[in-house]
């Protein structure tokens, strides 16, 4: 793990994230900024682990991940979420509670990350507004989209979370393989491929 | 609707909620009551209802409630949440985006609900840093919920799921009816039964 050594390339994305939500200024950015640090990992690589003591959320600089549990009886996967540039990923539960991590994240590409702990997160949000407002707006939009994933798991059959998915992710589509795609839409590789085909 | 006109007796549990994550005086607390409006409603009245116009964010005060949708195709309906004292229910995307409903909040009791609009949640937020830091972290622990639900109703079995609802909600379980319960486990009122006398 790095400190942060060159802010001219990291900047731009993670500030962009935080102005669409609480405008700030160069200064007050690289001030949060300096509460990070990078970690880059190679593909296949884990940035969670199962067991582990969490320490950080990680900020997607580059790459791609896939934040995923295991079934205890069956071995069978079901990935939670994929994670790409501007996203963020983590165990967030053990990350609040201090808890060992109950899923895993891995690389899918090699990747980078900004990583922030508890305490920084806890103070950068106790010393500026703007970062606590930010951080209470993207926990709405974590939770309206995890409800719509919910609702689909559901309600939706194979097809219409397959078309859900390529209408709010086209972007993914190409980018992860197709049997980690099935294992987060809940179908089988077969029906993918039937679906994907039509 | 009302404006709340006995502060004493509907002060208590928000005050307690807000109170465990972000300390606030009694003065503080009067003013952030001041934001909302009490509402009252009988057994199997709409909060919200598909297709209106979402004002309010509800704190619940008294009563039960379940927050739901109907498939279209089907006419089958999958619930989303209970809602009972002390927790907050609304339609939190027709909410925060101000569109229109795509879910159903309605009373399985006599209700008594404290709303507030997204106006003042943001003015409280805004001018009180211990509000911004309530929504926020209120905001990451449903997160964490709603994964935790969404994992359960992927990997979990009917047995799992029912085990895991009663050691989450014991208090739940004897004050809603068992086909609701059932159709929030996603598993068949039969399949409930037969749990129900193991």
Same mark, same amino acid.
């Given at each position: &793990? *790095?400190?942060?050594?060159?802010?001219?390339?990291? @900047?731009? %994305?993670?500030?962009?994230?935080?102005?669409?939500?609480?405008?700030?200024?160069?200064?007050?950015?690289?001030?949060?900024?300096?509460?990070?640090?990078?970690?880059?990992?190679?593909?296949?690589?884990?940035?969670?682990?199962?067991?582990?003591?969490?320490?950080?959320?990680?900020?997607? &600089?580059?790459?791609?991940?896939?934040?995923?549990?295991?079934?205890?009886?069956?071995?069978?996967?079901?990935?939670? @979420?994929?994670?790409?540039?501007?996203?963020?990923?983590?165990?967030?539960?053990?990350?609040?509670?201090?808890?060992?991590?109950?899923?895993?994240?891995?690389?899918?590409?090699?990747?980078?990350?900004?990583?922030?702990? %508890?305490?920084?997160? /806890?103070?950068?949000?106790?010393? &500026?507004?703007?970062?606590?407002?930010?951080?209470?707006?993207?926990?709405?939009?974590?939770?309206?989209?995890?409800?719509?994933? *919910? @609702?689909? &798991?559901?309600?939706?059959?194979?097809?219409?979370?397959?078309?859900?998915?390529?209408? @709010?992710?086209?972007?993914?589509?190409?980018?992860?393989?197709?049997?980690?795609?099935?294992?987060?839409?809940?179908?089988?590789? /077969?029906?993918?491929?039937?679906?994907?085909?039509?």
């Amino acid at each position: &793990m *790095l400190p942060i050594n060159n802010p001219i390339v990291v @900047q731009h %994305l993670l500030k962009d994230q935080i102005d669409a939500i609480s405008p700030i200024s160069d200064e007050e950015f690289a001030y949060i900024l300096s509460h990070f640090v990078v970690k880059k990992l190679k593909k296949h690589a884990f940035l969670v682990q199962q067991g582990d003591h969490v320490k950080y959320d990680y900020f997607v &600089m580059k790459g791609c991940l896939k934040a995923y549990v295991a079934d205890e009886d069956t071995g069978k996967e079901f990935i939670y @979420q994929f994670a790409v540039e501007d996203w963020w990923v983590t165990d967030r539960e053990a990350y609040f509670k201090k808890s060992a991590a109950t899923i895993n994240v891995d690389c899918l590409e090699d990747c980078e990350v900004l990583g922030i702990t %508890l305490e920084n997160r /806890e103070k950068l949000g106790a010393e &500026m507004w703007k970062y606590e407002h930010f951080l209470s707006v993207k926990a709405n939009w974590g939770y309206n989209s995890l409800q719509k994933r *919910l @609702q689909m &798991m559901i309600m939706g059959n194979a097809k219409k979370r397959y078309e859900s998915f390529i209408q @709010q992710y086209p972007h993914l589509y190409n980018r992860i393989p197709k049997s980690f795609i099935a294992s987060y839409l809940g179908v089988s590789r /077969e029906t993918l491929s039937r679906l994907y085909a039509l």
